[in-house]
């Protein structure tokens, strides 16, 4: 079964919701599993950003090891695993490669990367200036690379990197406001 088509979209205010129901049924689907909390990632997640419109959601985990068996518990949920960067998390799409509704990451709870989708996150959310500036490159790619998700995801790398690295000063020059603010 092939991958489906690239295809941007407006953002629509029903995905959170969206998020919000599917979080529920992985919650009670991976119990203890869950050690950093299930949270709503990507470009669904910020108000306002074009996005495909795949709901995309990490879930924090102790270790990639211990959290195997999750595979065939969100089989169950029309999961399907692909052994995608299989060194850093376990990844799903549902219900299928070929039409997606749901990506989900099953990530170490203390990992860079972890640490890096929700930071991403955080910074669009807080700086519109950056979310359109991804947004103008993601249309970009989409029109060049509608049929190749890797070389789309791959086209949209530099600049997730460098937007992550804004993020990481943004968060250390807030914690160091804060921590000024209760010294005074």
């Given amino acids: ?11 629509d205010p029903a995905w959170p919701a969206q998020f919000k129901h599917e ?12 050690t950093g909390g ?7 997640a910020v108000p306002g950003l074009t996005a495909k ?12 090891d211990s959290s195997r068996p999750c595979i065939d518990l969100l089989a169950e949920l029309d999961y399907c695993y692909a ?7 376990h990844w799903f799409c549902k219900p299928s490669p070929a039409r997606r509704t749901h990506h989900l990451h099953l990530v170490p709870t203390g990992s860079a990367r972890f640490s890096d989708v929700l930071a991403f996150r955080d910074y669009l959310r807080t700086h519109p200036h950056a979310a359109r500036q991804y947004a103008r490159l993601k249309r970009e790619l989409a ?18 990197a ?6 990481y000063r943004w968060l250390a ?7 000024s603010e209760r010294q005074t």
Avoid at 23 to 34: E, F, K, N, P
Avoid at 162 to 167: G, L, P, Y
Wanted: aromatic share 4%; net charge negative; hydrophobic share 40%.
């Fill in 83 to 89: 052994p995608y960067r299989q060194d850093v998390m």
């Fill in 173 to 179: 020059a807030n914690d160091s406001r804060r921590q």
């Fill in 23 to 34: 979080a529920g049924i992985l919650a009670d689907a991976l119990g203890s599993h869950v």
């Fill in 143 to 160: 029109v060049r690379h509608t049929h190749d998700r890797d070389a789309y995801t791959d086209g949209k790398s530099a600049m997730v």
């Fill in 38 to 44: 299930i949270h709503h990632v990507g470009s669904t």
């Fill in 53 to 64: 419109a795949i709901i995309d959601i990490m879930v924090g985990v102790g270790d990639l």
């Fill in 1 to 11: 079964m092939s991958d489906e088509p690239i295809s941007l979209r407006a953002y």
């Fill in 162 to 167: 460098s937007i992550t690295a804004d993020a």
